[in-house]
Structure formats: C-alpha cells, structure tokens
T-cell receptor
C-alpha cells in the first residue's frame, strides 16, 4: 500500500520563527490534508488541498499540493507557543470505494520555546 | 457538545480480557473509522465502515473486531487483549466524499 514519509520527525524552535515540514509519497494522491493534534486530543483538520500545484493558507499556515502529486508542504509563519503539537499529513486517492481511505504520515512533533 | 465522542477515555485491563471501545457521532456522517496511534508510528487504520451494512478491514485488523450498531455508533472490540495492543485509539467520521475526517478525543488503552 501507499506510504508517506513525513519530515522532520521533530522540531524545536523559538517563538517567532518560521517552520516548514513536508510529506513525500512513492505514489500519487488526489487529495492532501494536514492535521494538528494537541496533547490529549484527536487530530483536527488544518488545511485540505485538492489540486496539484494548489497553494492554500489558513491564517499563519500555508500548505502546497506538489505538482507531481507525490508531495505536500506545510509552513507555519511566526510561530507561537500554542502551535505546539503533532502535525500529520494525510493523502487520499479519492476515486471511489476503498480509495477514500486516508494514509497518514508518522507526524512531526513541534515544540516552541517562548 | 462534541460531535464525535468516545468511551471510555482511559482504560486499564489485563491480558486476555475482552474490551469494547465505543464511538458515537452526531454529525450525521455515513462513514466511520477506527485508528490506532502509537508513538513514532502515526495513525494506522484498523477498520472502517461506509454504512451500517458495509464494514471493511484496514491495515492492522488482526486481533480486533467491530460492530456498526447504527449510523451513529461504531464499536471496536478486542476479543482477548494483549500488551502490544496498548495504544491510543481514535474514532473518526466523514461524509461520503470522505476526504475530511473528524476525530473523536481518543481512548487510551493499557493492557497489562
């Protein structure tokens, strides 16, 4: 099955710094999603991308759907302490049946030092 | 009130015991999922259901079973719990297009 490689595994940054993380796949996806998980909670959707080359923002977050459809990037600008958490990418084929399942990356643990 | 609820939130049990984790949703979604989360391994799909009569195995279904009692309820059972099933378990729901999944708060299960 598909596998997603998410990097980095963890990041330790100072408040105010920008953050970048990415996911790559050996096969194409038709949808890329980015989720954030706060400690003790379930993942919450941040950004959804539906078209190759698409660049979408949500406040200080910006994500891009790679042209090859095999990768995606998430950037966080001017980080703040509440950005702490685990960020997951997820890909979906979305062409019907079991292809609506999501394949998740292993997550990037972000720590922001005040 | 939360749209996706899970009970219990925490459970400690012993090897060999039968355990049921429950999930309820008020979102009206047809599709429901069970995931397992382990440190460093991300979220792995155990079972998924596209409607009450449609249940499918995910990538790690061995040792687990599920029941879709109604559109709003999807239960996960461990027939005979073993220590390597200690993990955080999440239920999720989605609309028919399925590309945005909404997660419950999770159940932390410890098998001694």
């Amino acid at each position: 099955g598909q596998q997603l490689n998410q990097s980095p595994q963890s990041m330790f940054i100072q408040e105010g710094e920008d953050v970048s993380m990415n996911c790559t796949s050996s096969s194409i996806f038709n949808t890329w999603l980015w989720y954030k998980q706060d400690p003790g909670e379930g993942p919450v959707l941040l950004i959804a991308l539906y078209k190759a080359g698409e660049l979408t923002s949500n406040g200080r977050l910006t994500a891009q759907f790679g042209i090859t459809r095999k990768d995606s990037f998430l950037n966080i600008s001017a980080s703040i302490p509440s950005d702490v958490g685990i960020y997951f990418c997820a890909g979906q084929l979305g062409s019907g049946g079991s292809n609506y399942k999501l394949t998740f990356g292993k997550g990037t643990l972000l720590t922001v030092n005040p | 009130d939360a749209d996706v609820t899970q009970t219990p939130r925490n459970r400690i049990t012993k090897t060999g015991k039968r355990i049921m984790l429950e999930c309820s949703q008020t979102k009206g979604h047809d599709r429901m999922y069970w995931y397992r989360q382990d440190p460093g391994l991300g979220l792995r799909l155990i079972y998924y259901s596209f409607d009450v009569k449609d249940i499918n195995k995910g990538e790690i279904s061995d040792g687990y079973s599920v029941s879709r009692q109604a559109q709003a309820k999807f239960s996960l059972s461990l027939e005979s719990a073993i220590p390597n099933q200690t993990a955080l378990y999440f239920c999720a729901t989605s609309e028919p297009r399925g590309n945005q999944q909404f997660f419950g708060p999770g159940t932390r299960l410890t098998v001694l």
